[in-house]
């Protein structure tokens, strides 16, 4: 059988970034800050669901943390008078052990949502959850993507779709998606959709260009 890898594990250093930015002294504050990461990202996922967050950069220096959150809807995370921002400050600093003033949340926004595949995944996820047909709900998305400028995506879901007995995987590919070629520029995500006969896995991939030298878009 082929050996699969993580279309963004295998690009980090490439064309792809880390989510978290620091280096740690010992080994005992690696594992540590790790935790402090999963924590956060979990939190903020959890309560800010709807804000279709993409993903969240925890940054590192020194004794101050900076924290990035891409999403599409910023008004949820930022709240009324910025009182969001407040509360996730006030967790991460239960969390860390450091003061307020060292912490900075930042918001950003993503401009085209249909570009972004663990969106993507949630959004397939959401509709399976409310009993909507899965099929229809790949090829809209299929067809949102490519007319905002994907090169190529391809949508797998697996489970007992539809409420059969046996579980199967279904998927959809349109486009190309050159996943060994490493200067590809290659999205990924993944989401869960628990459903009355089960969990369902969703997983999606979109091919936005190759990335040559100088970061030129071909």
């Known amino acids: 059988m082929g050996q699969k890898t993580h279309p963004i594990g295998f690009r980090l250093g490439v064309n792809k970034s880390w989510n978290s930015i620091w280096t740690a002294p010992t080994k005992q504050d690696y594992a540590r800050l ?79 949502p249909d570009l972004s595949a663990q969106l993507i995944a949630e959004n397939i996820a ?39 007995e046996i579980a199967r995987a279904e998927w959809i590919l349109q486009g190309r998606l050159p996943l060994q070629t490493i200067r590809a520029d290659i999205d990924y995500g993944f989401a869960v959709a628990k459903t009355k006969w089960g969990t369902n896995g969703v997983t999606v991939w979109i091919f936005k260009g190759e990335i040559l030298g100088g970061g030129v878009v071909r």
């Open 126 to 164: 959401s509709q399976m959850e409310k009993n909507i047909p899965y099929r229809p709900a790949m090829k809209r998305a299929v067809a949102s993507a490519l007319r905002a400028g994907a090169k190529g995506i391809k949508i797998n879901c697996e489970g007992r779709l539809g409420g059969v």
């Open 34 to 112: 790790l935790h402090e990461d999963l924590k956060i990202r979990d939190w903020i996922k959890k309560t800010y669901y709807n804000a279709a967050i993409d993903k969240i950069i925890v940054k590192r220096i020194m004794d101050r943390i900076f924290i990035e959150i891409h999403c599409a809807k910023i008004g949820i995370v930022i709240g009324k008078k910025a009182a969001g921002i407040e509360r996730i400050k006030n967790f991460i600093s239960q969390v860390s052990k450091i003061p307020k003033d060292n912490i900075s949340v930042d918001i950003i926004e993503i401009r085209n």
